[in-house]
């Protein structure tokens, strides 16, 4: 399989040494943030990689010689350990928080923290994509392929700008009176279906996620960084990012390029 070609190109929007990141389909953008492209040979050397949680599952992509494995990856609550130095290529479908239920109708919360193989839940798509794989030469046509196949899944489409607005809005630290009329019981029935988690759990995911970007910045202090998060006690914030990162925001600021985290999907 050819990875970068000429077509390709215009879809990328942004690299680093060990990722390529490309824009979906105008009609797909609403459900997935991006996919990925893992380039081993130029990857971050550490053997193991900390992935920071960002309540918003992802496929998984690794190809052989004879074979496509697919794992389907719930969105994810707490930092996951990966091996980081095989095998040498890798492709993601990242979806944004609740992206995958439109497309799959599977409870997210039966899927939360969990790593499946495609063919335990979903045989069908394992198959076809696994057939798309080997019958195209580059990951332009295979993209054409895979994306006509998903538009074609698109049958539980409930509120996709909806989520999208809800993690815009607790970015920006509304209160849920400002954001929505549903009654919590409701909302947290609609989160727990489509996302995995209640909102307290999506709330605090969506902060930390925040305040990892602001962390990038080395002239912000903790302190402004838990302000600009909607903290107002620095302590609070502490313990809220070490329940979610496992380390202090300290910790993490002299480390991270022993994290991974995903700043496309919010």
């Given at each position: 399989m050819q990875f970068i070609t000429p077509s390709l190109q215009s879809r990328i929007f942004s690299a680093t040494s060990a990722?390529?990141?490309?824009?979906?389909?105008?009609l797909l953008q609403p459900y997935i943030a991006h996919y990925t492209l893992h380039i081993q040979e130029i990857a971050n050397k550490n053997k193991e990689l900390v992935l920071i949680p960002d309540i918003a599952g992802c496929?998984?992509?690794?190809?052989s010689s004879h074979e496509l494995d697919i794992q389907f990856w719930g969105a994810t609550t707490k930092t996951v350990?990966?091996?980081?130095?095989?095998?040498?290529q890798r492709f993601f479908i990242e979806f944004k928080p609740g992206g995958s239920f439109p497309f799959t109708g599977i409870p997210q919360k039966e899927l939360l923290n969990q790593q499946v193989d495609m063919h335990q839940i979903l045989p069908e798509w394992k198959y076809k994509i696994q057939e798309f794989w080997f019958s195209t030469t580059c990951i332009y046509d295979f993209l054409g392929l895979l994306e006509h196949f998903l538009l074609s899944k698109l049958h539980h489409n409930e509120s996709p700008n909806f989520l999208n607005q809800l993690s815009i809005c607790?970015?920006?630290h509304k209160g849920l009176d400002e954001i929505c009329a549903f009654s919590d019981r409701h909302l947290h029935r609609i989160l727990q279906n489509q996302v995995g988690t209640g909102i307290k759990v999506y709330q605090r995911l969506?902060?930390?996620?925040?305040?990892?970007?602001?962390?990038?910045n080395p002239s912000l202090s903790l302190t402004q960084i838990a302000y600009f998060c909607g903290y107002y006690d620095q302590s609070h914030f502490i313990h809220d990012f070490k329940q979610v990162c496992g380390v202090t925001p300290g910790v993490y600021r002299k480390q991270m390029s022993d994290f991974y985290n995903e700043?496309?999907?919010f």
């Amino acid at each position: 399989m050819q990875f970068i070609t000429p077509s390709l190109q215009s879809r990328i929007f942004s690299a680093t040494s060990a990722h390529i990141y490309i824009r979906p389909h105008i009609l797909l953008q609403p459900y997935i943030a991006h996919y990925t492209l893992h380039i081993q040979e130029i990857a971050n050397k550490n053997k193991e990689l900390v992935l920071i949680p960002d309540i918003a599952g992802c496929m998984v992509f690794t190809p052989s010689s004879h074979e496509l494995d697919i794992q389907f990856w719930g969105a994810t609550t707490k930092t996951v350990i990966v091996n980081n130095n095989h095998p040498p290529q890798r492709f993601f479908i990242e979806f944004k928080p609740g992206g995958s239920f439109p497309f799959t109708g599977i409870p997210q919360k039966e899927l939360l923290n969990q790593q499946v193989d495609m063919h335990q839940i979903l045989p069908e798509w394992k198959y076809k994509i696994q057939e798309f794989w080997f019958s195209t030469t580059c990951i332009y046509d295979f993209l054409g392929l895979l994306e006509h196949f998903l538009l074609s899944k698109l049958h539980h489409n409930e509120s996709p700008n909806f989520l999208n607005q809800l993690s815009i809005c607790l970015r920006e630290h509304k209160g849920l009176d400002e954001i929505c009329a549903f009654s919590d019981r409701h909302l947290h029935r609609i989160l727990q279906n489509q996302v995995g988690t209640g909102i307290k759990v999506y709330q605090r995911l969506i902060r930390m996620n925040q305040a990892l970007d602001f962390i990038q910045n080395p002239s912000l202090s903790l302190t402004q960084i838990a302000y600009f998060c909607g903290y107002y006690d620095q302590s609070h914030f502490i313990h809220d990012f070490k329940q979610v990162c496992g380390v202090t925001p300290g910790v993490y600021r002299k480390q991270m390029s022993d994290f991974y985290n995903e700043s496309f999907k919010f």
